[in-house]
């Protein structure tokens, strides 16, 4: 009996070891992705289109040995004959404890990027946001919020996208409904 109990604490040691090492867990927040059209100055059509998505949280490089940052991605569009482009000094993502994460790493095609390119007319690019987790609990990333800063023909247009994680109840149980986070519960609904 000894032996049995010893095998199966150790299975249990070596199982939570190896879970322990993954290097990427995908996320599921809705909306996925989030939308927002920036109007022309005549507001006569949209200038950009910025859409946005947490994809992921990954070790960095892929490395066990690493922390976990929140991946996020920013795709951008010109749409109209103007300049488009964001700072990303002035990206912010705080959780629903409204701690901001740290600054992010910003990737383009795979290589880093300092300064994010400016788009010119009929553009779009995507750019993967590496935000830091360091000790963010599981109960403050049930919500997030990303702010970023629109440059749009020398305008400074302020931007945001809120997420919230879809649960598992709803899924598992066939009671999602993508619009239940923000309008509240139905009439004659009893999800808690």
């Known amino acids: 009996m000894l032996r049995f109990?010893?095998?199966?604490?150790?299975?249990?040691?070596?199982?939570?070891?190896?879970a322990c090492r993954s290097?990427?867990?995908?996320?599921?927040?809705?909306?996925?992705?989030?939308?927002?059209f920036v109007p022309d100055q005549q507001g006569a059509g949209?200038?950009?289109?910025?859409?946005?998505?947490?994809?992921?949280?990954e070790r960095r490089d892929r490395d066990p040995e690493q922390p976990f940052e929140l991946r996020l991605r920013l795709r951008l569009?010109?749409?109209?004959?103007?300049?488009?482009?964001?700072?990303?000094?002035e990206l912010l993502l705080v959780g629903n404890d409204l701690r901001p994460f740290g600054p992010p790493r910003i990737m383009?095609?795979?290589?880093?990027?300092?300064?994010?390119?400016?788009?010119?007319?009929?553009?779009?690019?995507i750019f993967d946001l590496f935000f830091p987790v360091g000790d963010v609990a599981p109960r403050d990333v049930e919500g997030l919020n990303l702010r970023?800063?629109?440059?749009?023909?020398?305008?400074?247009?302020p931007l945001g996208f809120g997420f919230g994680r879809r649960r598992e109840?709803?899924?598992?149980?066939?009671?999602?409904?993508?619009?239940?986070?923000?309008?509240?519960?139905?009439?004659?609904d009893d999800r808690r």
């Open 77 to 89: 569009e010109n749409l109209a004959a103007t300049s488009v482009a964001f700072e990303p000094a």
């Open 46 to 57: 949209a200038a950009a289109r910025v859409l946005a998505s947490v994809i992921s949280a």
């Open 23 to 36: 290097t990427r867990v995908a996320l599921d927040y809705l909306p996925n992705p989030g939308e927002v």
């Open 108 to 125: 383009l095609d795979g290589e880093a990027v300092e300064q994010a390119p400016t788009l010119a007319a009929g553009m779009a690019a």
């Open 148 to 157: 970023l800063m629109l440059l749009v023909d020398g305008r400074r247009l």
């Open 169 to 188: 109840r709803d899924v598992l149980y066939g009671t999602y409904d993508p619009y239940y986070p923000w309008y509240g519960r139905h009439a004659g």
């Open 5 to 18: 109990v010893t095998t199966l604490g150790l299975l249990c040691f070596l199982l939570s070891s190896i």
